[in-house]
């Protein structure tokens, strides 16, 4: 099977391992500093947090804003389910705004000015445009889980300036990984350490090293990254680039070798902006059958994603009236198809040739 998304190890990231296993630090010690200070810098950030997962950095993004039971927190139909989840952690009321249909991403305009926060999900890696947002006193969390290395018009994902905080997944699929893990970043220093808190029990030590004192201030968990993981993160981190433009290559190609199908090709991004291409997500008629001939095809296709308000639990939201029509029509025919850095050129013929196997009929 050809994976839709697969993570890149090289010799320098088992090495980096290799040397955490031999130190003294397993768990969060200097490797997750350094780890914490290279995304921030990357992203132009004053501050990073890391954490065991993007969903737990989600769910302290929601935590340490203090909302309430009536409060709303508006997020993308067309994404991972955790994205309204961390609303629900906090027992705040998940909301939804539709996409709109030549990005994917949420539409901001239909964001209500009584939601208390806004999570826009860089849908596939395709920047969300902050900059024209007039946030009027509302939280902004992004959720750049498929996005770090992409770029708006105006700034790198995770540099803040139309938001306040920016959480990364460092899932293997996900453009760089720690096997699980995830991070904030964050211009507040008040923000910073409240998350900070939040990772590790909300536990204050004394800094006097002659005493065994410690407090839990507040309510916390543990969501510690470990140093094993922030080792193999760091190294990562440094072939980002090249795995985004990597990336971008295989999506130029799917454009060429895709043209005269008929499907339709992803929303590209704008001049001056760098799509993260996280996802490469076409639009197919009859998408049951293709994806059942691709996946037969040992073509690993999957569907990104089952629309947040049709799971079950999602009884608790509030629709707009009239729903979320742009969003029911994108993920009718909605397939992702392969794209990783390992992507071969052969492989990708492979794709192409059996979709269009598969759609032309
Ligand atoms: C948009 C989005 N948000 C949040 C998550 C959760 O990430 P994690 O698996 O790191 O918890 C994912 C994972 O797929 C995602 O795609």
């Given at each position: 099977?050809?994976?839709?998304?697969?993570?890149?190890?090289?010799?320098?990231?088992?090495?980096a391992?290799e040397?955490?296993?031999?130190?003294?630090?397993?768990?969060s010690?200097?490797?997750?500093?350094?780890?914490e200070?290279?995304?921030?810098?990357?992203?132009?950030?004053?501050?990073a947090?890391?954490?065991?997962s993007?969903?737990?950095?989600?769910?302290?993004?929601?935590?340490?804003?203090?909302?309430?039971?009536?409060?709303?927190?508006?997020?993308?139909?067309?994404?991972?389910?955790?994205?309204?989840?961390?609303?629900?952690?906090?027992?705040?009321?998940?909301?939804?705004?539709?996409?709109?249909?030549?990005?994917y991403?949420?539409?901001?305009d239909?964001v209500?000015?009584?939601?208390?926060?806004?999570?826009?999900?860089?849908?596939?890696?395709?920047?969300?445009e902050?900059?024209?947002?007039?946030?009027?006193?509302?939280?902004?969390?992004?959720?750049?889980?498929?996005?770090?290395?992409?770029?708006?018009?105006?700034?790198k994902v995770?540099?803040l300036?139309?938001?306040?905080?920016?959480?990364?997944?460092?899932?293997?699929?996900?453009?760089?990984?720690?096997?699980?893990?995830?991070?904030?970043?964050?211009?507040?220093?008040e923000?910073?350490?409240?998350?900070?808190?939040?990772?590790?029990?909300?536990?204050?030590?004394?800094?006097?090293?002659?005493?065994?004192l410690?407090?839990?201030?507040?309510?916390?968990?543990?969501?510690?990254?470990?140093?094993?993981?922030?080792?193999?993160?760091?190294?990562?981190?440094?072939?980002?680039?090249?795995f985004?433009s990597?990336?971008?290559?295989?999506?130029?190609?799917?454009?060429?070798?895709?043209?005269?199908?008929?499907?339709?090709?992803?929303?590209?991004?704008?001049?001056g902006?760098?799509?993260?291409?996280?996802?490469?997500?076409?639009?197919?008629?009859?998408r049951?059958?293709?994806?059942r001939?691709?996946?037969q095809a040992?073509?690993?296709v999957?569907?990104?994603?089952v629309?947040?308000h049709?799971?079950?639990?999602?009884?608790?939201i509030?629709?707009?009236?009239?729903?979320?029509?742009?969003?029911?029509?994108v993920?009718?025919?909605?397939?992702?198809?392969?794209?990783?850095?390992?992507?071969?050129?052969?492989?990708?013929?492979?794709?192409?040739?059996e979709?269009?196997?598969?759609?032309?009929?």
């Amino acid at each position: 099977m050809i994976p839709y998304g697969r993570q890149s190890i090289d010799a320098s990231d088992i090495a980096a391992v290799e040397k955490v296993l031999a130190s003294n630090y397993l768990t969060s010690g200097p490797a997750v500093t350094d780890f914490e200070e290279g995304v921030a810098d990357y992203v132009g950030a004053k501050f990073a947090v890391s954490f065991t997962s993007a969903t737990a950095a989600l769910h302290a993004a929601c935590a340490v804003i203090d909302l309430t039971a009536t409060d709303t927190v508006v997020t993308s139909p067309l994404s991972f389910i955790a994205s309204a989840n961390c609303a629900r952690y906090v027992g705040a009321q998940p909301g939804l705004a539709d996409i709109d249909p030549h990005t994917y991403n949420i539409n901001l305009d239909l964001v209500s000015i009584d939601a208390r926060a806004v999570i826009p999900v860089h849908y596939a890696g395709l920047p969300v445009e902050l900059s024209n947002f007039s946030r009027e006193g509302r939280w902004v969390i992004e959720d750049a889980s498929h996005a770090l290395g992409a770029r708006s018009t105006t700034e790198k994902v995770g540099a803040l300036t139309h938001s306040d905080m920016c959480v990364f997944s460092f899932h293997p699929v996900k453009p760089i990984t720690t096997g699980e893990g995830g991070m904030v970043t964050t211009n507040s220093a008040e923000l910073a350490e409240k998350l900070r808190l939040l990772r590790s029990h909300g536990i204050v030590r004394d800094p006097d090293p002659n005493t065994w004192l410690y407090n839990a201030e507040t309510l916390g968990y543990n969501y510690r990254l470990t140093d094993i993981q922030a080792a193999l993160g760091l190294s990562q981190l440094h072939r980002l680039d090249s795995f985004i433009s990597q990336r971008n290559e295989i999506a130029e190609r799917y454009r060429e070798l895709l043209a005269d199908l008929p499907v339709t090709l992803p929303p590209a991004a704008p001049s001056g902006a760098l799509h993260g291409y996280h996802l490469f997500a076409i639009h197919v008629a009859e998408r049951a059958r293709v994806f059942r001939e691709l996946r037969q095809a040992g073509i690993g296709v999957q569907v990104h994603y089952v629309p947040v308000h049709h799971h079950g639990i999602s009884t608790d939201i509030e629709l707009p009236p009239g729903g979320l029509p742009n969003c029911e029509q994108v993920y009718e025919g909605l397939i992702s198809i392969p794209i990783h850095p390992g992507l071969s050129r052969k492989d990708q013929d492979t794709v192409v040739r059996e979709i269009r196997k598969t759609v032309v009929k």
